[in-house]
Each structure stands twice: as C-alpha cells, then as structure tokens.
C-alpha cells in the first residue's frame, strides 16, 4: 500500500482547502517545487497534484509549474484538475507525468474515455467523489451525476481505467471516518488499483482502511496532506504503518501495532519507553527469534 502525498496548486502557491472551496483557502507555500520535494525526502511513494486553477476555472497558468515539479522529483507524479480533453491528456502526459486523473470526462462521455484509455493505456486514473449514498458527483462537486458507485466502476473498469481514487463528498476529514463503504465496494468489484482519495483522521484510520480485503485483494494506496500539515501524524509514521500489510501477531496486525506505538508516544513522557515499544514491534516482525 503506497503512500501518495497531495499538492494543491492555486495561484502558483501550494494551499490547503479547510471545507473544499476554493474561495477559503489556506497558502502553505510559495514554493510549490520546494514542498513536494519536502514530502518526497520524508517518504512519500508518490505525488499527486491537483491543479484548483484548472479544475474550478478552466485556468491553466499553472501546467509549467507542474511541469517544473514533475522534473524535480525522481517519483511518479499524477496529475489532476481540469483534464477534461485528449489535448489535456497529452499535453500533461507529455510533461513527464506517470499518470493523469479524471473525473469529469468519463461521467460525461463514456465513448472518448474508451478512445482515449486505447490511445493511452494505464496512463488516465479516474476519480471518483461519491455522496454518502454513494451517487458519483461531478464538476467539482457542483453536479449530481445520477449514477452510483458501483454502476460507475464496472463501466470505467470495462472502459480501461488505470486505476481508481475514491473520496467522499462534503466529509471533514479531521472528524469523520473513511467511507469504508465506498471503498470496499470497490476493492471487491474491480481488478485495478483503488487508492483512498478522502484522508483520514489518524492511524487508527491507518490501520481500518489495511484491513480492507476482497477476493485478495486491498487497497493499492493512501492520499495524505492536511493529516500531516495538521499534526495528525507524520509521513514517517504513515510509510511506517503501510510498509507491512497483514501479517498477523494474535488479533493485532503490524499495521495496529505501528499504530498503536505511534499513539502510546503521545501518551509517555520518556522516549525510551516508546523506542522500546517500537523496538518489540521490530522484534515480533522480525520473527521473534532470539
């Protein structure tokens, strides 16, 4: 399970949207390059940058910054906002991106989504923003769509998706839980990878959303941002908890135990106690030999 790390990219300035308007954004850096090699350094597996100047008003000024972060770094970068055109596709592709995300396009024209996934397979991932009666909704959350989720994913499965973003709509990811619905429903219908979009509060959430599982298979990834900027937790101790998925001590997993050392250090006020909780759970992965 892969940790991706989120950039939002608004008038050249990484920011963070508290409730998911754009009007009520929070700048975090000026230096959108410099903070996706910040995330990059502390362990993120990939980035993911969403473009809010493209996605809310079809405003591209920012594609050569992204241009610019996608040379800097040496991971895969997705990029997301605005690509609702073949034009679009290529044009970041050609930029150097690992993948592009959608969501509009293939709600709206199910044909060009075949043709473009022919034209470039493996390359476009779909987004898909679900209500919490799971109806998809489009446009920056601005329309329903009238189709469910699991209508949604065996049609873009079958149309060549690469892969598939799950978030929840209108959820406060400070307070709320996953939609650990959405999610399971699509781990179990499709075949490709399913990355939960939405956050999460805490490890705790870490650790719920590794115990998701059908037919084999989990969950391919996790998006962070805010968690991390908000002092939830930290990217080390994200990458910590996804480096082992299921192997089972008891009724604990390596997950559960990661998160339950990262909650007993909040807790103690000598490090050495949590070192040597940290250091048990190594042992025990190690195979508890002596």
Request: net charge negative; charged share 25%.
């Amino acid at each position: 399970m892969e940790l991706y790390a989120r950039v939002n990219i608004l008038n050249g300035r990484a920011v963070r949207l508290p409730h998911g308007d754009i009007t009520e954004f929070i700048s975090l850096d000026d230096d959108p390059v410099n903070r996706a090699k910040g995330w990059v350094k502390k362990g993120a597996d990939r980035l993911h940058i969403v473009d809010l100047d493209a996605a809310a008003r079809g405003d591209y000024r920012n594609r050569d910054l992204i241009g610019d972060m996608i040379k800097a770094l040496d991971v895969p970068v997705q990029v997301g906002g605005g690509i609702r055109s073949e034009a679009e596709i290529a044009r970041v592709l050609d930029m150097g991106a690992w993948r592009v995300v959608v969501g509009t396009l293939p709600m709206v024209d199910q044909v060009l989504f075949w043709e473009l996934n022919r034209k470039y397979p493996y390359r476009i991932v779909v987004s898909l923003d679900v209500c919490e009666d799971l109806e998809v909704v489009i446009k920056g959350w601005t329309e329903h769509s009238g189709v469910y989720l699991e209508e949604a994913l065996i049609n873009l499965s079958s149309a060549g998706a690469a892969g598939f973003m799950i978030s929840e709509v209108g959820r406060d990811a400070f307070v709320d839980p996953p939609n650990y619905e959405a999610l399971e429903m699509a781990v179990e219908i499709v075949d490709e990878p399913v990355v939960a979009a939405g956050g999460v509060r805490n490890l705790d959430d870490i650790g719920q959303l590794m115990q998701i599982e059908a037919n084999g298979k989990r969950l391919a990834g996790l998006v962070v941002g805010r968690e991390v900027t908000g002092g939830r937790f930290t990217v080390e101790e994200a990458s910590a908890a996804l480096a082992v998925v299921g192997s089972a001590f008891g009724p604990w997993t390596r997950a559960d135990l990661d998160a339950a050392v990262a909650k007993y250090r909040t807790v103690v006020s000598e490090s050495q106690s949590a070192d040597a909780a940290a250091a048990f759970v190594q042992w025990l992965d190690n195979g508890g030999a002596e």
